[in-house]
């Protein structure tokens, strides 16, 4: 899986900037950047972690006007000897560096490459890495902070703390089959199950956190529905802070989904604006109403806005009945104006949290933006405490880690001999394992690292 060659790629966007960087790992990275690089000092004489100042060449023809920061091995990123030109961020440029590299002998990185060089390096296990990719796409300060946690490695100590807690019991039990006029088993499988129990609880709350890590990570997804006319798209202006929907009297303006991305207490919303739902002739009206429905299966959450100062018709019963199993949150919209519904009535029909809102005097937007911190993470996110499992490759590793020391459990209660207990042990030690890597194996460490961004 590991490739020892040079390697090369640009590190920043591709976009026209101030400055772009080209980064370039392995064995051969100074003596290539020294090919095409001219400064006061030849790279290969200089310092590691110094930037030095001067140009770019392709044979006699000046190219750009560069810093480059040296990193010898092993204090670099990946562990190797690393080199990165500050060039102007100009596309053509950049490529152009990028061409003379390629042209003196380095080889263009794969999407992750420098980050898959510092795993197999032993610099960061693979929940840091995959950190990495988690904490460049984070859309909310919460979720930037918990993919920084799991950089710093506090997913990987509760991983190795549990691991070397489980080879211990594994030792002993292969110790006192081996040898047991030295090892005595009296006793130990009750000794095992509290010290299991205790493991399965450790995981139990890691696996928990998962739903509230997933919401972190993805953004809780959003659907606005409600009848024509009754203050959908006012309602997505007010939570997105601007003009996002055209908003008019004439029912059935919006005719199609309106996507917008907001953050409410450090957590994101991924919120889609609907058509109103009815019956209608519209052929255009009724496509944006079966758009609206089709949507309901991948929501998270649905916000209900229901017109306060006109009564519930069979439109509101139909949408009800479409949402009923779902998260939702009931708007008793216009609440600025002379209500006929009450909260109190909608609460009891229906079995769902009602809030009184307007999008004119935004009366009630404080309660909405409360009522769903509650719903998904009971009332708050602890984003100094609390690590939350954002991967579901590691949720699934926990989960079979969990069923392993579980039938170690059932082992004991079915008085079974010990060496039962060490298959489901190392089973479980292994699951973990794949979580840091250290039991990955090549083609899914390829698979994870391929999903990376060029230049990382």
Same mark, same amino acid.
Do not use: W
């Given at each position: ?55 770019? !060449? ?15 091995? *092993? ?8 080199? %990165?030109?500050?060039?102007? @961020? ?21 999407? @992750? ?10 610099? $960061?296990? /693979?929940? %840091? ?38 080879? !211990? ?13 030295? !090892?005595? /088993?009296?006793? !130990? *499988? ?15 709350? &890691? ?17 606005? &529905?409600?009848? *024509? ?21 004439? #029912? ?9 991305? $907001?953050?409410?207490? @450090? ?8 058509? @109103? ?33 006109? #009564? ?40 769902? #949290? ?7 005097? /935004? ?53 079974? *001999? ?39």
């Amino acid at each position: 899986m590991y490739q020892s060659d040079t390697i090369c790629a640009i590190a920043t966007s591709l976009n026209s900037s101030g400055i772009g960087i080209i980064r370039i790992s392995g064995e051969d990275a100074i003596s290539f950047a020294d090919s095409i690089f001219r400064g006061k000092n030849k790279l290969a004489d200089c310092e590691t972690h110094t930037i030095q100042y001067g140009h770019i !060449y392709d044979n006699e023809e000046l190219v750009d006007e560069v810093l480059v920061l040296i990193m010898r091995r *092993p204090r670099s990123y990946t562990t190797e000897d690393v080199i %990165e030109i500050h060039c102007h @961020g100009g596309i053509l440029v950049l490529k152009k560096v990028l061409s003379l590299l390629v042209s003196v002998g380095c080889r263009i990185a794969e999407p @992750g490459e420098f980050t898959k060089r510092a795993f197999l390096n032993g610099r $960061i296990d /693979l929940s %840091e890495a995959e950190s990495i990719m988690d904490l460049i796409s984070s859309n909310s300060e919460l979720a930037m902070k918990n993919s920084v946690k799991q950089l710093s490695g506090s997913l990987r100590d509760i991983i190795v703390d549990l691991r070397d807690k489980i080879l !211990y019991e594994t030792a002993y039990i292969e110790s006192a089959l081996d040898d047991p006029e030295h !090892y005595d /088993l009296t006793g !130990y *499988p009750d000794d095992l199950k509290n010290k299991v129990d205790s493991m399965i609880s450790r995981i139990d709350d &890691l696996i928990n956190s998962f739903n509230s890590g997933h919401i972190l990570k993805e953004g809780i997804n959003t659907l606005i &529905l409600g009848k *024509p006319n009754a203050g959908k798209s006012s309602l997505l202006n007010t939570l997105s802070r601007r003009e996002r929907a055209i908003v008019t009297d004439i #029912p059935g303006t919006t005719r199609d989904t309106l996507e917008e991305q $907001i953050t409410i207490n @450090g957590v994101s919303l991924n919120i889609i604006d609907t058509a @109103g739902i009815r019956e209608t002739d519209d052929i255009v009206e009724k496509i944006g109403v079966d758009k609206a429905l089709d949507s309901i299966d991948d929501a998270d959450l649905i916000l209900f806005v229901i017109d306060s100062s006109r #009564p519930l018709d069979g439109d509101d019963e139909f949408i009800i009945s479409k949402i009923i199993d779902k998260k939702v949150i009931i708007l008793l919209n216009k609440s600025d104006l002379l209500s006929v519904i009450t909260e109190e009535d909608i609460c009891n029909k229906y079995n769902k #949290p009602v809030i009184s809102f307007s999008s004119v005097s /935004l009366d009630g937007l404080k309660t909405l933006e409360s009522t769903i911190t509650d719903m998904f993470f009971s009332g708050q996110v602890k984003s100094d405490e609390t690590l939350y499992i954002t991967n579901s490759r590691h949720a699934s590793c926990l989960v079979n880690a969990k069923n392993s020391l579980s039938n170690v459990l059932m082992s004991i209660d079915n008085m079974m *001999p010990e060496d039962f207990f060490s298959i489901d042990l190392m089973d479980a030690y292994n699951f973990l394992g794949e979580i840091t890597g250290e039991t990955i194996e090549d083609d899914l460490a390829n698979k994870i690292f391929s999903e990376f961004c060029m230049g990382k």
